[in-house]
């Protein structure tokens, strides 16, 4: 059998074999279980412990492809809201502009908002104010709110890195393992946004 490798992990005969153990151990496992114990097994985690669940699915649809294993038919395909998913509403929230020193902006917050209340104001002040307007980040990410006198002056996101990128790993100079052990250490700026009437403060500050 040629040698087979997903996501870095080579994939040998006896890997194979005991997969297919482990499907006839278990006839009424959903795909998903499979996957789960599978990880347990061969440790298979992600640098915070987490088990590496949507890799293994990945690595065993493909051996399925391939013919290498049989997996069970699909029980049940989960509601996607990445299909259709609806654009952010829009907030309404103060628009007067702000002059002054910029001494007199403080104190400025800032305030991580994925998965909190204010998580729909950061989307629609993407949505409403950005050149590009609000996409869902993929992968792990986080989004963050500034304030300043009670109101939002600027968004900032943060998303995790593209495995391959020839340019920057040219860059960088490290290797295929330096990369697969530090990528988890590069966070990528998607967006940022100053609010329109933020940028009144700031140029009236810079000009005195």
């Known amino acids: 059998m040629a040698e087979?490798?997903?996501?870095?992990?080579v994939v040998t005969a006896g890997d194979i074999l005991y997969i297919r153990e482990l499907i006839t151990a278990h006839p009424g496992a959903s795909r998903r279980r499979l996957s789960q114990k599978l990880c347990e097994a061969w440790q298979w985690r992600q640098a915070n412990g987490a088990l590496r669940d949507m890799v293994c699915r990945g690595l065993l649809l493909m051996l399925d492809r391939a013919g290498h294993i049989e997996l069970p038919a699909v029980k049940?395909?989960?509601h996607n809201p990445l299909v259709r998913r609806e654009r952010p509403e829009p907030v309404l929230i103060d628009t007067t502009p702000i002059a002054g020193p910029l001494q007199e902006l403080r104190p400025?917050?800032?305030q991580q908002v994925r998965?909190?209340?204010?998580e729909l104001l950061f989307n629609s002040l993407m949505e409403q104010y950005h050149y590009l307007n609000y996409q869902q980040p993929v992968g792990e990410h986080l989004k963050f709110l500034v304030w300043a006198q009670g109101r939002p002056i600027a968004c900032l996101a943060w998303s995790s890195a593209p495995r391959h990128l020839g340019s920057r790993d040219r860059y960088i100079g490290w290797s295929a393992e330096a990369r697969r052990r530090n990528i988890r250490f590069i966070a990528y700026n998607t967006r940022y946004l100053l609010l329109p009437k933020a940028m009144t403060f700031c140029y009236t500050s810079l000009s005195n």
């Open 4 to 9: 087979l490798k997903y996501r870095g992990r």
């Open 76 to 78: 049940s395909v989960p």
């Open 108 to 110: 400025v917050e800032i």
């Open 115 to 118: 998965r909190t209340n204010d």
